[in-house]
């Protein structure tokens, strides 16, 4: 099969799929009762408030780093997957990013 034997798609049906997923997770998290929202999950010491604070930020990040043209919370893929990884483990293990109650905030406040 050639490049040009395959079916042409709208890319805009992708990022329709994406936004009505986005306003999904949104109604979910907002329906939840105070409970729910500190109950905890199979994450770890993560709770139902961090896991969806989490997914929130991750698209909150993707729609301002192009805006911005801030590349500073990006992990670098120069070096290939293990160090790719490393870099990963070392950013949600230290306790700065990517971590319930990271920037002084204990985790479900």
Same mark, same amino acid.
């Given at each position: 099969m050639e490049l040009r034997d395959l079916?042409?798609?709208d890319p805009r049906e992708a990022i329709s799929h994406d936004l009505i997923d986005l306003i999904d997770l949104i109604d979910l998290l907002?329906?939840?009762s105070?409970?729910?929202?500190v109950a905890p999950t199979e994450a770890g010491h993560w709770r139902v408030k961090d896991v969806g604070l989490h997914?929130?930020? /991750?698209v909150l $990040?993707? *729609?301002s780093r192009p805006r911005d043209g801030d590349a500073s919370g990006l992990?670098?893929?120069d070096g290939g997957?293990? /160090?790719?990884? $490393?870099? *990963?483990?070392?950013r949600t293990s230290d306790g700065s990013r990517g971590r319930p109650g990271s920037?002084?905030?204990s985790p479900s406040t």
């Open positions: 079916p042409v798609s907002g329906g939840l105070a409970a729910e929202w997914l929130l930020d /991750d $990040g993707w *729609l992990l670098s893929t997957y293990r /160090d790719f990884v $490393g870099a *990963l483990m070392r920037a002084g905030r």
